[in-house]
């Protein structure tokens, strides 16, 4: 086997293990939904059962999982609380465009949030969750954020947005 397929290969075997990873984290449902003490919980269970080397950091409000491994590309979720330690931001943060692009297409796909887009870099959940998902492309990554809209600030956001 020649060298450029040996190359060709492991790139496509680091793909596979990044898709995994995004599958891992973002299809789980609704994953990144918990308080604090969740999010800890499934963070270090998902540490236990992954192959890949994972960092998780707990910094008062803030919970940082970030997977750190020779052969994928780097991948950070951020999870934000509020002092009741109820979730009000979530953030993915990948090294390269193509992961991110996956990641994203990913969340959007999700049926649990039913996004509605409001322009290329704003999608908006349904009503009962209250999530805004921004997108960062020049910086890999998305965030969602907990709003407290009421429906029809929601519905006008939509109407705007089309």
């Known amino acids: 086997m020649g060298a450029f397929k040996i190359f060709r290969l492991s790139t496509i075997i680091k793909t596979s293990l990044v898709f995994l ?3 891992l984290f973002s299809s789980c449902g609704m994953y990144h939904m918990y308080n ?3 999010a800890l919980k499934n963070a270090k269970k998902q540490q236990k059962t992954s192959k890949e080397h994972q960092v998780i950091e707990d910094k008062d409000r803030i ?3 970030l ?3 020779s052969s994928l590309q780097k991948l950070d979720v951020i999870y934000e609380f509020d002092d009741k330690d109820n979730q009000i931001k ?3 943060k990948s090294y390269c465009d193509s992961c991110a692009k996956k990641y994203l297409k990913n969340e959007l796909e999700s049926k649990s949030y039913k996004w509605k887009r409001l322009n290329d870099s704003t999608y908006i959940s349904n009503f009962y969750l209250k999530w805004m998902l921004h997108i960062h492309p020049s910086e890999f990554s998305y965030e ?13 956001m ?3 947005a089309q």
């Not at 969602?144 to 006008?156: A, D, M």
Request: glycine share 0%; hydrophobic share 30%.
């Open 67 to 69: 997977t750190r491994d």
């Open 63 to 65: 919970v940082n999982v």
């Open 90 to 92: 979530y953030t993915v």
């Open 158 to 160: 939509i109407k705007n």
């Open 36 to 38: 604090k003490k969740e």
């Open 144 to 156: 969602i954020v907990k709003h407290n809209f009421s429906r029809k600030e929601r519905r006008e």
């Open 21 to 23: 990873s995004l599958v």
